[in-house]
Each structure stands twice: as C-alpha cells, then as structure tokens.
C-alpha cells in the first residue's frame, strides 16, 4: 500500500512538472493571477454550494445572495475585470473554450449541489412541479410514488329560507411519479443555457414556483426556487458576455488571419 502510494505521489509529481512546461498552463496561471475576483466569488459560490448547503441550508442561502450581490457590485465597478475574468485577455479561442467549459461545469455544480441534490420532478400536472426535498430520506432512490389524496368539499346553498349543504367528494391529484435530477441533466440544461442566453426547460421550471403542488417542506421548495432564480440571473449575464465576445474574437480572426 505503501509503495501504491509513493508511485501515485510520483506520478502526481510527473504531472504537475509536466503541466508547468505547458504553455495554455502558464496562460490559466497567469489569467487567474491577473483577474482573481471574478473566479474568487465563483469558486466561493461552489464551495458555498457544495459543502455548506447541505449542513446549513439558513447559512448557504444568505452567502449565496451575498456573492451574487458582489458579482453584480463588481460589473459595475470593474465591469472590464469582470469581463477579461471570464474570457481573458489574450484573444485566444483556445482559452475561451477552457473558461467557456469551465465556467459551466462550475454553474451545473452549484445547481446539483446547492438546488437540486435531493429534488425530483413529475409531470404528472398540468404545471410541472419539482420537490426539493422529496429524497432527502432515500438517497438511494431514482423514484417516488406519492399516492392521490382526497378532498372534501362543502358547498352551502340557500333557498326560501332554508339551506341546503351538500358535500362533493373528488380527487385533487393522481398518483405523482417523482424523478430524481441528476448531475448530467442539469449540465446539459446549464451548457444550453449558456448557449441560447434563455433558460432551458428543466431550468424554467424550477425557477417558478407552483404553491399549489403539496411537498414535504413548502417554505423549502420557495426559498430554492427564488435562489436559483437569482442564480440563473447570473448565468444568463455571463451567457451574454460569452455570445458578444465569441462573435468578437470569430470577426478579428477572420479580419486579421485571412
């Protein structure tokens, strides 16, 4: 075991010795020396959403707003850092495409982690609904039943002076079948997203919340969905930085190489 583990650590080394020769390792090395804060507050959110959500939900929610905050604090006050943070400065599509994969696998992390770990969706209804909290007792589970429940309804009528109650008996809802989320479907939802500057339709859904579905935790199901919300927001935002700035490096290509 040992010796496994002085090979790995060898070969760990190797690597990294290997990295330091690279030319694009010395450009991402230099690009987060140059622009920190753009990626400190998304490394922040990450970290925010990945180990401290799921111990205290109270805590993650006001640190996640408060980064959000600063992020959009930050494009107004250095909106130029902010932008050469995300795409860099050296006009190099290579690095674009680093940053652009980057940068989205870092937004379907904060999802899945911070949003949707233990949530499932039907479409069962009319309105799609997602329960956030629907797995948090069967972790091992990629689906849930819930059985239809009966309402009683009572209606009141009044005729020559005598009134007359009837009750109508009725089902509000079928048997629900609940999907887990899981980490693939929110990446492809987070790659479209980024790609069309529109939320794809896992993330619309989870971005209204329908207070008319029953979960187990209600208050839970509308305080995520007004998070990601604001999360989305974000995205969207640098959605949009990635589209005007493709278009502009694709153009002084064009204008300058051919």
């Known amino acids: 075991m040992e010796n496994n583990n002085k090979s790995l650590l060898s070969k760990f080394h190797r690597l990294l010795i290997w990295l330091s020769n690279r030319q694009l390792y010395k450009r991402i090395v230099n690009h987060f020396n140059d622009y920190p804060y753009i990626w400190i507050l998304l490394f922040l959110l990450l970290i925010t959403a990945y180990a401290i959500s799921p111990i205290n939900w109270g805590l993650a929610n006001w640190i996640i707003k408060i980064v959000l905050l600063l992020f959009m604090v930050l494009l107004m006050l250095k909106p130029m850092n902010a932008v050469f943070g995300l795409i860099g400065s050296t006009g190099s599509i290579r690095l674009f495409f680093a940053n652009f994969i980057c940068i989205t696998t870092i937004f379907a992390v904060i999802y899945q982690y911070g949003i949707f770990k233990n949530a499932g969706i039907t479409y069962d209804i009319n309105q799609p609904h997602i329960d956030y909290s629907i797995f948090a007792d069967n972790s091992n589970k990629t689906e849930m039943k819930i059985s239809g429940k009966q309402d009683s309804l009572f209606f009141k009528h009044h005729q020559d002076s005598i009134t007359f109650e009837e009750t109508i008996i009725h089902m509000t809802r079928d048997t629900l079948h609940y999907q887990r989320i899981n980490f693939m479907q929110v ?72």
């Open 187 to 258: 990446w492809q939802s987070s790659v479209l997203t980024t790609l069309t500057q529109d939320p794809a339709d896992l993330f619309t859904i989870a971005s209204v919340y329908n207070a008319s579905a029953e979960s187990k935790n209600s208050l839970l199901d509308k305080q995520k969905s007004e998070l990601f919300e604001w999360i989305l927001i974000v995205h969207i935002i640098i959605s949009w930085i990635f589209l005007g700035v493709f278009i502009s490096l694709l153009y002084s290509k064009f204008c300058y190489e051919s």
